[in-house]
């Protein structure tokens, strides 16, 4: 199993809120880095102290504090009591195996996705990514470093854009947005191994095969998991009356949906497929079995009475007639010929060939 | 796999609202059509450039404007800007692959549609519509040039009928009713492969025929997730309070919204027709086998005491008096007949024949 | 395919309110009868065309107008524009492929309605009710001529019952009670086709029977698919605050409305049978293949080793020192018969025989 | 079929609310006992007509009318015209056919229950029990006479209990409790003959052990049936405003609906329990099958050589020198030794053995 | 079975309310502990009789009463009736086959749980865990005594934690939380247990290790049917608006509900993957069937014919010319080995080698 359905149990008795990072352990340091933007301008930093964030904190510019790596046990301690975050909060963001899901609380909103990596073997991997949204503050929360957000974090310090002018809400967005597209890649290298699936099965069925096939299912149900709590977290959003999510943020939130609508379609329709192809397996693996019965059927038939008759002449009676004829031989031959024309005739009339 | 259940995700990483066209390159050039319609006259006219629509635009008088071929993304930016379309409303236009849905705007209405065609090997092809409905404006976007739409065209050039008079709400009412009917039609050519594969396999089950029906039930799964939301987004419309949709419209889209309904169950009747066929396959595949194991069982029961009494008079031991006596022979040909007759007689009793 | 699960699409294109007929052409013509009724009297007046139906309009008298055959296209387009009927309404009524359904006009009531009727060789078949119910006068549509309604129309018409006090909202109750009552008809035939499969698939299973429960099953999703909708509508109608349903009348639609789910139940329940009965038409099925494999393997496995002994001593080996012996061949025949015996008993042993 | 799914519909056409026993003719006559109780008295009278109701009516004090037998439809009418209950109510008291159902009425409370009763051969019997509820008269209503209530009745003339002092909603609500307590008995039955039939299936599985697990599914559906509909009735009577169930009776009803999903979880566990039981069973067969074809190819693989290389040596050619070596035979021998030898250690490498 | 499904029906026929335990009489005595605790100080007492918790009750002191062992019943009785609770939660608290649930009174919360255990069999043991909870006080009733809620006890009586600053409510959810996080601890237990099934089969595929799934699934339905009502109940509690649960302790509550929606995402996500074992169990036996179908009908194809031959040559007519020849006998060896090599090279090609 290369997931872990179950989430470990260890914190079982530890009062909750106690900031414990339960998961799988980084291999390198965390890193914390700070963007500060607005309209005019954007800028990145790096942070070592909470007090760093502090300097960076001005009227008129939000900023965008990403957190890698979940080591930063002290770090994010010290956040939570100076932003007021709650402890439950704090220990969700530490505990990775949390069900994507979306909080309201009165100053923040609590944000929690699932992103997901399928690696050669077919094995899909995931990581949390925890969004913190105050009004002018947007911490996020990874586990790993990677180049998921290059691209978004480009599109900030660009000169002038969208992305700059629109706060805090419209960034945490296009953060969701790009962990949704990235579902789409991975449904794409699902489907490329459903069509290699297929191929292999139809020309050559093989038990190997058939196990391929259930991965191919067992992933989807992963995928699947990370992927249906994101419909009802969506409808919360658009429900949601907080200020922090201005109006003309929902249109891009309601885009976000729409594409989480489109990846469940998508699974949903692959799991349909797969139980198809699994089905025609069965169907063909059946079908062979048919084929060889039939060979075995053709030759037994044929061969069977031949032998008794062979065997009747083999006999060592005094007393057969037929042993001293001088046509017993040829006829036999004869007979010999016509029993299998007689039988297969039959058989293609029944269209066993 | 005739169509792809994944969307191309190429445009992970771009801001959303960028004007790309994600989908199939249409061969032919795109065209833009206007009608412009009231109660009194329609006249048709061709559009090279967004002055041309303003042009025809004056009080009383309703336009169609009609976009065939999605490579026309100049004038799409125009239009949006003129027009004052939201950034993601475009967005979605060029980017077909939406699920079906509809929006409500302030000033237009929103409305994605999928097309369906059958080809001559059963596979079903679809096509994004999107339909943008202001007060006196409706736009209508498609991928491709056919002659779907051209009863409709021509209804409203014809001289005095209810399409005129009824303004843009009622067009695109009955643009949806169109798409809605040709659901039909595919559906009929489904019904009647789904006959040919009956009859195929109550005739001669073959793996082939197998495959086709599977290949039917996955044309199924697909038109299914392209009818689905009609139903969701027709009840939208009917609970829409926008002004766009007037009241006497309102009958119109239940009616559409009837027809949805029919068309879900009859896709539901077929695939419940299918499965029902599929059954029916494999019991009369594992029948056949039975079949054959008959045959090889009678066969083979017969003989092989048989042999093995033939077996038993060809050995060659000095001392085996049988051998000697004058009835042996005859009296053996007679057990040779009468064990078979005996064993017949039981398997009928048993009735394996 | 006794009856088609799609709806032909011939109206592809034409505008929605054009009243053709689509659906089986009835043999012969239309008739039209009017029953006008009260507390006091009830006639009943053949109706030639639209002008017989006001000669008996009157305060205080309420009319039945049943129209059998659907070739009246004239006859309906004047009682439209009479009764100010919406064109969609008569287009419903002369397309018998509607879902059943139940609108709520200011003036009038729309109810469609299908009845279920059961041939010799279990094909169900089906026909569309349409029922215009104003506060005084009721319409039926039919396609066909039968008895199905001559017993309420004996009730009307005999002398003074609660049928002719209580108003057309009552009576369209009480034909809808007569359809309903008609399913149970047609579940009681369903119910002893399925016990003679099961009675014939214990006794002796047979291909022919596994396509005739199939064809069951089939029959089932036709008739759930008629019955289903009524279960909203019915709903619907309870809920209604049309001022055309009498607070009085509203008792019985929930009566009737509790018959529609006991059809229901009844016909999930004939559902669940029929995957019972094929359960264990398929466990027979391969009960008996194991019965024949077990027969085979029996005989090959006994008679195979004495064969082959046989066989031994059937060799020409100059030297073979048994073959001179006395006793050779008596004992050769104990173990003849040693050797079946003890594979018996072991078969015997692991449950076998 | 030991009760039928569907119901019979011998009133097609009858004028609903027409008083006619519909269902089984009890054997025995009806019988009517009166109970008037408050809290300081109990005493139980048999009521002849319906003037010995009357005269027990008191201020202040309770009257349980139980009516066990149907035959009794000049009572009924008689009640119903006496407590103005509604013709449709004493039609549904009458034709046992109901589903579980609650009605309320300005007067009166009308519910219907199925009791269930578990014969030797596994069948379930159902009655029907219709409970009409006045604030100070409750009658109860069923098919047959047995013991079922006989203790709720001794209780009630019991010196002083809850049930004297509580009024006719508590009584109704424990004759409710009653019944649904009725129906873990009938789980408990049918868990055993499920652990039975299980045992059976591990020790030796049969067909008639699969045609009894079959049946028992059968039961759980019918059981199913007449137990569904009690959820919603008695949210319905928790959701209801009737002054006749008086507040301190709710915890009561909240009581009997917990007992009812605990009988719905029990149900549906044995139904999943059933299902795992069936694929046990299927499981083993084809393990058995498995068994036997590797006994047969075991023999027959092993034989077929040996016997061929018999008969090579028991060919008449004229010129075949190992006939005439002196230790053919004996080497031979070593031959027929090694073969099986060899495809006996192959097999057990296949883990055949 | 490990479990029964159903639960007693003993008390049929005894009054609602009547205190007598209905479930496994545990092996050792009762024992009641009492905890008072404040912000400032904590205090584990003994408790004999209903006298010792009055002694305890002060003004902004809390108490946790912890009840192990069901049969004090006469004190339970005292509590009862001290505390006002109503009969039918005494009862509930006695029998311990309810459904989880929650239940709001005016003064208490009355709380239903079942704690999971796992033994070595993987037979999955419940226990039920009632909690009432008073603004000050809050009782717990437990069967068994066990380690479970020793942690909390320690958490509780060690100087000054969150625990004991935030009363009754926080507690009951606390509780809540262990029982929930246990659930964890079996999940894991039960992964473990799938995972050696998978590689049992996957090595070596026996009816054994089916029976162990099948009995997996069987815990799995189990341990579904007391997680699944929890959902509900924790949306109660959070929906609830009794005074006893303060706002500060929602969001704890809330986070009570996370676990059990994982917990119930991970018991259907090993379901699933309990049939995905299932389904490659039964396609490797019908794999392994192929196999050996296949190795039968090689040995016998091949043979068969050779037999024949043999057995030709071996009969005694006197006209034979071939066994005069000098070649006959070379040759015939030479056909004895190209008849396999033709017949191996046409199933090779067929792919069946």
């Known amino acids: 199993m290369a997931q872990s359905f179950s989430y470990p149990s260890d914190k079982t008795g530890l009062p909750p809120g106690s900031l414990v990072h339960v998961g799988r352990m980084p291999a390198e340091a965390g890193r914390v880095t700070l963007i500060s933007f607005n309209e005019d301008h954007a800028a990145e930093h ?15 510019t939000n900023l965008w504090i990403h957190c890698e790596g979940l080591d930063l046990i002290e770090f994010l301690g010290a956040v939570g009591l100076r932003f007021a975050i709650h402890p439950l909060v704090l220990e969700d963001i530490l505990n990775t195996h949390q069900r994507p899901k979306f909080e309201v609380d009165e100053d923040y909103l609590f944000i929690v996705l699932k992103t ?3 690696d050669q073997s077919m094995a899909v991997h995931h990581e ?3 969004l913190v949204v105050f009004g002018d503050v947007l ?12 691209a978004l974090r480009q599109r900030l310090t660009a000169p002038k854009g969208r992305l700059r002018s629109l706060g805090t809400d419209y960034l945490a967005c ?7 597209d990235n579902y789409f890649t991975v449904a794409d290298t699902i489907e490329e191994a459903i069509e290699a699936a297929e191929t292999t099965l139809l020309d050559r069925p093989q038990p190997a095969t058939f196990a391929a096939i259930q991965q191919l299912k067992r992933e989807l149900i992963f995928i699947r998991k990370a992927v249906m709590p994101l419909r009802e977290m969506l409808l919360a959003i658009q429900r949601s009356d ?22 469940i379609d998508t699974i949903d329709a692959y799991r349909d497929l797969l139980n198809g192809v699994l089905d025609i397996y ?13 060979v075995l059927t053709v030759f037994a038939t044929i061969f069977i009475p031949l032998t008794f008759i062979a065997g009747v002449y083999g006999m060592n009676f005094d007393y057969m007639p037929e042993l001293r004829w001088r046509w017993s031989y040829p006829i036999l031959w004869g007979l010999f010929l016509l029993i299998p024309a007689i039988l297969l005739t039959l058989f293609r009339k029944k269209r066993w060939l």
């Not at 911490?139 to 290059?150: G, H, I, K, P, V």
């Not at 907080?242 to 990846?263: A, E, G, M, N």
């Open 46 to 60: 790096p942070v070592a102290s909470i007090n760093d964030i502090d300097r960076h904190r001005a009227a008129g």
């Open 139 to 150: 911490f996020t929360f990874r586990e790993q470093t990677d180049e998921l957000f290059d």
């Open 128 to 130: 949390q990514i925890s």
């Open 174 to 180: 296009m953060l969701m947005d790009t962990v949704v």
């Open 242 to 263: 907080s200020p922090i999510i201005q109006d003309r943020t929902q249109p891009y939130f309601r885009d976000v949906f729409d594409h989480v609508l489109r990846v």
């Open 116 to 118: 997901l990596r399928c």
């Open 282 to 294: 069965l169907s063909s693996v059946s079908n062979r079995m048919n084929e060889i019965m039939k």
